[in-house]
C-alpha cells in the first residue's frame, strides 16, 4: 500500500475503536438504567431481587478499562469483515461492533493459517500503546501469507514488561493453547506444562469460554479456581474481570477444607501419613465401625395404641442402609424413615387408613425411636471422628488394621490430646482428614468446572477434597512434575487424575515457551536431570533475554546494585532467596533508598519485590535476581525442585548471585 493509504487505514481503525467505546459505555448505561429502575418494573419483591442481581453484574461486566484495548484483531472473509476482541459491543441497533473472542467465528482468529485459511482472506493484528491503537500488521492467508511467531506485534505482545497482577493473553493465544481452552465442559483435561508455555494463562482463558458456552449452567453449579497460596491467587485476580466474567470463585485447597482453625504445625513423619491416601479408608472404617446391629425390639405408643417392631426387622432395615453405600448422614436418615415406614404399616393395617404427616414427623422424632437411632446408627461430627483417631490408640488400631504400620499409627497419635474438639489445636493436615471425614458423612456442594492450577503439589489427599466437590463436573488440571516441592508432590499425572477422580483425563504436554527466555530456559534445563520425574525439557521461541551468574563477596550490596541496575529497565523486579535471608534483603535495600514489596502486596506500586522461594511458585517477573541457590537448596528436602522453580521466574533477565559454590547440576 502507498502510505497515504496506510495512514487513511489506521485512522479508520482509530475510530471504530472510539465508537467501540461509546457504544460499550453505552450499553453500560443501559444496563445502569435497568439497575435503578429494576424494583418499579419487576413483578414482586423475589423478581425485584433476582433481577437486581443480573443487571449488577451485568453493569460489573461492560465495565471498560480505558489502558486496554477493546479489540486486537480483525478477520475479513471476502467482503465481511469482524473485528476481535476481550468481550461483545453491539451499536444501538443490536449490530456487533467488536465479537467476543469467544464467539465460534473468532475460532479463526487463532486457527487459520495459510495453509488452512479456514476462508479468513487477511488477519490483522493490531499494536496498542496505554489503550491507544498505534500500529497494525496484516496476513493474506489467502496468498499463503504468514507472519507465525515473527509476527512484530505478537512478539512486542508477548515479550512486553509488566508490573502488577498477570493479564490476559487473548491477543497472543496460540493454536495449541487455543485447542486445550475450547475444549468441550465435560472433558476433564490436564496439561503438563513446561516454564513459560503458558499454563495458567489456558486454565483461566478456558474457565471464560466455559462460562460463555455455557452461561447459565455454569452460573448455577458455579466455577472454581483453586491455587496454591494467596500471593498466587491475588497474582491472577485480575485476568478474568478483565475478560468480563466476574462471579469465579478463587480459594486454596487451605480455603475449601477451612471447617476448624488451623493453629499449630505437623511433624514431618505425621504430615507425610496423614496426606496420604491410605488414610480414607481408615477414616472409613472407623466411621463405619459406629453401626450396630440392633438386639432389642422397640416399642413405640401413639397415645392410643403401642406398636412394636422386632430385632430381626430393625437388623434388615440397617443391612440394607448399609449396603447402599450412601453417605453416613444420609444412611442414618435412611434408617429412621424405613423404621418410620414400618410403624406407619402397623397403624394402616390396624386404622385401615394412611396416618397423617403430623404423626409420622413425631414417630420419627420420638423417644424410642431416636435412642434406637443413637443405639445402632449414631450420629457422628466429622471434627469428633478425627479427634476419636488421633486421641484414642485403640480406636486407631481397630480402625487402620493392616492398613497402617506401627510406627506410622505412632506418627499420627497425639502425645498430649485436648479434652476437647474445640480445645484441639488442629493442623494443616487435620483439616484435611476432617474434610474427608465430612465427605463420608455428607455430600459437599459441587461446581460445574475446577481449575486447579500448581496441582503437582497436591497430596492424594488434597486430591481428594476436590473430586469431593467436583463429582459432576469437570475439572482442569495444570501443572509441571519437575516444579513439584511438597513431600508428597506427584511423579505421574496419572495417580493424580485417579485421586481427583477423573482417571481418563487426557494428559497434554507444553512445551513451547514464548515468556522466558532461551538462555534461562537451558540454565534451568540443567536441573532437570537430578529431579527423578520424566518430564519433556523445555524449549524457548525467545532468544532476546539475558542471563548473568555472579560470585560476589558480599550478598547485600550485589543485590542492591543488581537491583539499582534492572530498575534501569522497564518492567518489574523480583529478588527471589531463601525464606530466612528475605527479611534481611529488604532492609538493604530500604538502607539504601529502594522502596521493595512483598509477594501479597499486589496493591503497591513498588516496581521491586522481595519474594520467599517457598511463595515463588506461578509468579512471573521480568528481571529476577536469585540470590545464594545453594541456601535454598539446602533449606528443604526438594530443595532442587524448589530452585528449578525459581529459575523460571524471569521473562526478561536473570542474574544469580552467590558466595557459596552453586549446585553441582548447574556448576
Given at each position: 500500500m502507498p502510505a497515504t493509504d496506510l495512514d487513511t487505514d489506521l485512522a479508520a481503525e482509530r475510530d471504530h475503536l472510539a465508537a467501540s467505546r461509546v457504544a460499550l459505555r453505552h450499553m453500560r448505561e443501559r444496563a445502569e438504567a435497568l439497575f435503578a429502575t429494576g424494583d418499579k418494573v419487576a413483578g414482586d419483591a423475589y423478581t425485584a431481587e433476582q433481577l437486581g442481581r443480573h443487571m449488577a453484574r451485568r453493569v460489573a461486566e461492560l465495565a471498560d478499562d480505558p489502558t486496554t484495548p477493546l479489540f486486537f484483531g480483525k478477520l475479513t472473509f471476502g467482503a465481511d469483515r469482524h473485528h476481535v476482541g476481550r468481550r461483545h459491543v453491539t451499536d444501538e441497533a443490536g449490530e456487533p461492533m467488536v465479537l467476543d473472542w469467544r464467539a465460534p467465528i473468532s475460532r479463526a482468529f487463532y486457527r487459520a493459517s495459510a495453509r488452512d485459511p479456514q476462508g479468513v482472506t487477511v488477519r490483522r493484528r493490531f499494536g496498542f500503546n496505554a489503550g491507544e491503537l498505534t500500529s497494525f500488521e496484516d496476513e493474506h492467508l489467502d496468498r499463503g501469507e504468514e507472519l507465525g511467531t515473527a509476527s512484530r506485534i505478537l512478539t512486542a505482545e508477548i515479550e512486553r514488561p509488566r508490573v502488577g497482577p498477570m493479564r490476559d493473553i487473548v491477543a497472543t493465544i496460540q493454536p495449541e493453547q487455543d485447542e486445550l481452552v475450547r475444549a468441550d465442559l465435560a472433558d476433564s483435561i490436564c496439561v503438563q506444562g513446561a516454564p513459560g508455555t503458558g499454563k495458567t494463562a489456558v486454565g483461566l482463558h478456558r474457565a471464560a469460554y466455559l462460562l460463555y458456552l455455557h452461561r447459565e449452567r455454569l452460573r448455577r453449579s458455579g466455577v472454581l479456581i483453586v491455587g496454591p497460596n494467596r500471593a498466587f491467587l491475588s497474582y491472577i485476580a485480575a485476568v478474568l474481570p478483565a475478560l468480563g466474567e466476574v462471579e469465579v470463585a478463587q480459594a486454596t485447597v487451605e480455603d475449601l477444607v477451612a471447617r476448624v482453625p488451623v493453629r499449630a504445625v505437623d511433624p514431618p513423619a505425621a504430615a507425610a501419613v496423614k496426606h496420604d491416601p491410605r488414610l480414607a479408608e481408615v477414616l472409613r472404617r472407623a466411621l463405619h465401625g459406629y453401626v450396630r446391629k440392633p438386639t432389642d425390639p422397640i416399642m413405640v405408643s401413639d397415645g392410643s395404641y403401642?406398636?412394636?417392631?422386632?430385632?430381626?426387622?430393625?437388623?434388615?432395615?440397617?443391612?440394607?442402609?448399609?449396603?447402599?453405600?450412601?453417605?453416613?448422614?444420609?444412611?442414618?436418615?435412611?434408617?429412621?424413615?424405613?423404621?418410620?415406614?414400618?410403624?406407619?404399616?402397623?397403624?394402616?393395617?390396624?386404622?385401615?387408613?394412611?396416618?397423617?404427616?403430623?404423626?409420622?414427623?413425631?414417630?420419627?422424632?420420638?423417644?424410642?425411636?431416636?435412642?434406637?437411632?443413637?443405639?445402632?446408627?449414631?450420629?457422628?461430627?466429622?471434627?469428633g471422628l478425627v479427634f476419636t483417631l488421633l486421641s484414642d490408640p485403640a480406636a486407631l488400631t481397630e480402625a487402620a488394621g493392616e492398613l497402617l504400620t506401627a510406627e506410622e499409627q505412632q506418627a499420627l497419635l497425639w502425645a498430649k490430646p485436648a479434652r476437647t474438639t474445640k480445645a484441639t489445636r488442629w493442623t494443616a493436615a487435620d483439616a484435611i482428614l476432617i474434610d474427608e471425614a465430612a465427605g463420608l458423612i455428607e455430600r459437599a456442594p459441587g461446581f460445574g468446572h475446577i481449575v486447579v492450577d500448581e496441582a503437582q503439589d497436591l497430596s492424594p489427599m488434597q486430591c481428594r477434597a476436590i473430586a469431593r466437590r467436583s463429582e459432576h463436573g469437570s475439572v482442569t488440571l495444570l501443572g509441571d512434575l519437575a516444579q513439584g516441592t511438597e513431600p508428597w508432590a506427584a511423579t505421574d499425572w496419572r495417580e493424580s487424575l485417579a485421586h481427583l477422580g477423573k482417571p481418563d483425563a487426557a494428559v497434554v504436554p507444553l512445551t513451547i515457551g514464548f515468556r522466558v527466555p532461551a538462555a534461562v530456559v537451558e540454565f534451568a534445563n540443567r536441573l532437570l536431570p537430578a529431579l527423578g520425574v520424566d518430564v519433556p525439557a523445555a524449549q524457548s521461541l525467545r532468544s532476546d533475554g539475558e542471563l548473568a551468574v555472579r560470585t560476589v563477596t558480599e550478598l547485600e550490596p550485589a543485590t542492591v546494585a543488581e537491583v539499582r541496575a534492572a530498575l534501569a529497565h522497564d518492567g518489574s523486579v523480583?529478588?527471589?532467596?531463601?525464606?530466612?535471608?528475605?527479611?534481611?534483603?529488604?532492609?538493604?535495600?530500604?538502607?539504601?533508598?529502594?522502596?521493595?514489596?512483598?509477594?501479597?502486596?499486589?496493591?503497591?506500586?513498588?516496581?521491586?519485590?522481595?519474594?520467599?522461594?517457598?511463595?515463588?511458585?506461578?509468579?512471573?517477573?521480568?528481571?529476577?535476581?536469585?540470590?545464594?541457590?545453594?541456601?535454598?537448596?539446602?533449606?528443604?528436602?526438594?530443595?532442587?525442585?524448589?530452585?528449578?522453580?525459581?529459575?523460571?521466574?524471569?521473562?526478561?533477565?536473570?542474574?544469580?548471585?552467590h558466595t557459596d559454590p552453586l549446585p553441582a547440576p548447574l556448576a
Open positions: 403401642r406398636w412394636r417392631i422386632e430385632p430381626e426387622a430393625l437388623r434388615r432395615v440397617v443391612d440394607e442402609a448399609r449396603r447402599e453405600g450412601l453417605p453416613y448422614g444420609t444412611g442414618r436418615e435412611r434408617v429412621r424413615a424405613r423404621v418410620v415406614g414400618l410403624l406407619q404399616r402397623q397403624a394402616e393395617a390396624r386404622r385401615a387408613e394412611s396416618p397423617s404427616d403430623a404423626w409420622l414427623r413425631r414417630m420419627g422424632k420420638c423417644k424410642q425411636v431416636t435412642e434406637f437411632l443413637d443405639a445402632c446408627w449414631p450420629a457422628v461430627a466429622p471434627e523480583a529478588v527471589i532467596a531463601a525464606d530466612d535471608a528475605v527479611d534481611r534483603l529488604r532492609a538493604a535495600l530500604a538502607a539504601a533508598g529502594v522502596d521493595s514489596a512483598t509477594a501479597d502486596d499486589v496493591e503497591t506500586a513498588a516496581r521491586v519485590t522481595v519474594v520467599p522461594a517457598t511463595l515463588v511458585k506461578g509468579l512471573e517477573y521480568d528481571h529476577v535476581i536469585v540470590v545464594e541457590p545453594a541456601r535454598i537448596v539446602t533449606a528443604e528436602p526438594r530443595g532442587l525442585h524448589r530452585l528449578y522453580v525459581v529459575l523460571t521466574r524471569a521473562v526478561s533477565r536473570l542474574a544469580v548471585l
